[in-house]
């Protein structure tokens, strides 16, 4: 059971580069979240999608954009990278909805994006 | 906004001690409490979690206490083993959108 997958594990970009991180989930749940990790400041949410067909802001989405692509598929992009969103990013996904409610969040183990 | 404030920043305990981590949250409305526990190279992995109509919750020697009235909630951990040894965060939530403390690296000396 892979539980939450994110490609690639690792990737170094120069400034205006564009690139895109995928996760995908199989544990057939309904809402996906993209976080940065930085030093000292815990995770923050960039954007969400509760269900397949929505998404929405986070704390932090400047300098993003996310896909829905399916119910497994949940992709964060940056169309031109800044040296400021060199951080670890990681996607969770949980089963909500009906009496799903306050579920945890699974993790995948992250990408490390380095923007020089 | 919700602020989670977690408390210390790094704690190092000798093997068999116990060890305690503490965060304060803001939103009253908060009703969904986890903690994570994050090891070198890989994604947060949720160890216990409370939900705002319990105190307290145990599983072997982690247990979580809640206290809604002072807005915080604590991670205890007895027994303390150098596998323990790892970064903490707890968050907070009343909407499934986690917001997270700062986090705690816990070292446990032999």
């Known amino acids: 059971n892979a539980g939450v997958t994110q490609t690639p594990k690792f990737q170094v970009l120069k400034t205006g580069q564009s690139m895109t991180l995928q996760c995908a989930q199989d544990?057939?749940?309904?809402?996906m979240y993209w976080y940065r990790q930085d030093p000292g400041m815990g995770l923050r949410l960039i954007y969400y999608?509760?269900?397949?067909?929505?998404?929405d802001k986070g704390e932090v989405p400047n300098g993003y954009n996310v896909s829905r692509l399916n119910k497994r598929e949940f992709s964060l992009r940056l169309e031109s990278a800044a040296p400021s969103q060199t951080s670890v990013y990681f996607c969770?996904?949980?089963?909500?909805?009906?009496?799903?409610?306050?579920?945890?969040?699974?993790f995948g183990d992250g990408t490390r994006l380095s923007i020089l | 906004g919700e602020n989670v404030e977690q408390h210390p920043s790094t704690l190092s305990v000798q093997e068999g001690d116990s060890a305690v981590i503490k965060c304060t949250y803001s939103?009253?409305?908060?009703?969904?409490f986890p903690w994570y526990k994050q090891e070198l190279g890989k994604g947060p992995q949720l160890i216990i979690d409370?939900?705002?109509?319990?105190g307290e919750k145990k599983d072997q020697r982690i247990a979580v206490t809640l206290n809604k009235t002072a807005k915080h909630f604590s991670l205890h951990i007895t027994e303390t083993q150098p596998e323990d040894s790892a970064v903490y965060f707890c968050?907070?939530?009343?909407?499934?959108?986690?917001?997270f403390g700062q986090g705690t690296t816990l070292q446990v000396k032999p």
């Open positions: 969770a996904s949980r089963k909500t909805g009906g009496i799903y409610s306050n579920q945890p969040q699974h």
């Open positions: 544990m057939n749940h309904n809402s």
């Open positions: 999608s509760a269900s397949e067909g929505t998404t």
């Open positions: 939103d009253s409305a908060s009703n969904y």
């Open positions: 409370i939900r705002s109509n319990v």
């Open positions: 968050a907070a939530s009343r909407t499934g959108k986690l917001i």
